[in-house]
């Protein structure tokens, strides 16, 4: 599961400086939470986990984003939940 201090090393922060750590924390849970409704599950693992990180870090240095990276979806596809009907 990703946390506060993998996207802290991700983002190249100070891991001991917490003055963005409330900001971080909810960019964190809104790239988690992207990631849950563009694939339909909450399956963890190292590639998603990474895009999760590629999502948070977008949100984090682009405050005006409001969408996922393209290259963070390319690496969530192979996890998302078809239906067809």
């Known amino acids: 599961m990703t946390d506060l201090s993998a996207l802290k090393l991700h ?3 100070d891991a001991d400086d917490t ?3 409330t900001l971080l924390e ?3 849970a809104a790239a988690t ?3 849950r409704a563009y694939t339909g599950t909450s399956r963890t693992g190292p590639v998603r986990d990474e895009a ?3 999502i948070a ?3 984090y240095e682009n405050r005006e984003a409001d969408a996922a990276p393209v290259e963070a979806l390319r690496l969530l596809d192979p996890f998302r939940n078809w239906t067809f009907g």
């Open 33 to 35: 939470a992207m990631a």
């Open 26 to 28: 909810a960019k964190l």
């Open 52 to 54: 999760i990180l590629k």
């Open 19 to 21: 003055s963005e750590d």
């Open 57 to 59: 870090a977008e949100l």
């Open 11 to 13: 983002l190249r922060l």
